[in-house]
């Protein structure tokens, strides 16, 4: 992985092949994209952890570049997960077990001592937004894209964390900036909500609802901590923690 002082040269950039909250994806020959923030960042940090979890044989896309602000990347072809459940309802649950098994895979790769850590102490990598949006459905399998908000902690964490964001979702207008707009809204507005209790039902029984229950109101702290959070989403994350501690009881 080359880190570069310099961006890549405007005139070599390819078409635009996807827009974020934070970030443009232009092509880059026919192989690579470069991922560009629209806010200076520091974005070594995040390619590291990529590589780090690369070398483990995780599957991410190769980091081949980081310049300031930009990060270039393989090219993975293919619907993300969100895509192909709108298309495809009825796959809600083996889209759901595939999840659970990227975060259990991914939990037991130890995290190196310089990835920030999550309130929840543990060993293993977090990604922290590992829902359907940031699984691209590739030729050989589903990779995982979108490590920004890569943390070191326990596994049921993360679990945790996929559980208060599907619970969160709800369409309110006019709400740029929300973890509706975070997931891109494609949950949101093509996935009934019957659907995305299936997938959710079939997430959490294969990675692991009781040990997510037990960490859910340190990872919905942890989710409510971002200010992109709006008053909508805050009272269905709060609302889902109080169930929860409810039915502990």
């Given amino acids: 992985m080359e880190i570069a002082d310099a961006r890549v040269d405007d005139d070599d950039l390819g078409p635009l092949v996807a827009k974020g909250r934070d970030a443009d994806v232009f092509a880059l020959g026919t192989d690579r994209v470069v991922r560009r923030l629209r806010r200076p960042f520091d974005l070594v940090p995040e390619a590291e952890v990529m590589e780090h979890v690369r070398q483990a044989g995780y599957p991410v896309p190769r980091v081949w570049r980081v310049g300031p602000g930009e990060m270039v990347?393989?090219?993975?072809?293919?619907?993300?997960?969100?895509?192909?459940?709108?298309?495809?309802?009825?796959?809600?649950?083996?889209?759901?077990?595939?999840?659970?098994?990227l975060h259990t895979t991914l939990h037991q790769i130890s995290a190196p001592s310089t990835v920030r850590p999550h309130r929840v102490e543990g060993p293993a990598v977090l990604h922290l937004d590992l829902h359907p949006q940031n699984v691209i459905l590739g030729p050989g399998g589903p990779i995982v894209i979108d490590w920004s908000n890569a943390r070191r902690g326990l596994g049921a964490a993360d679990v945790a964390d996929v559980w208060v964001v599907l619970a969160a979702l709800g369409r309110e207008p006019d709400a740029p900036g929300s973890l509706v707009a975070r997931v891109q809204g494609a949950i949101v507005d093509r996935v009934e909500p019957a659907v995305r209790r299936r997938l959710v039902a079939a997430f959490l029984a294969e990675a692991g609802r009781d040990e997510a229950a037990a960490v859910l109101a340190a990872a919905a702290e942890h989710r409510l901590s971002d200010g992109n959070v709006r008053d909508h989403e805050r009272q269905r994350i709060e609302a889902l923690v109080a169930e929860q501690a409810e039915q502990a009881e």
């Fill in 73 to 101: 990347l393989e090219r993975v072809e293919g619907p993300t997960m969100a895509d192909d459940l709108a298309r495809r309802p009825w796959r809600a649950a083996r889209h759901g077990r595939v999840l659970a098994g």
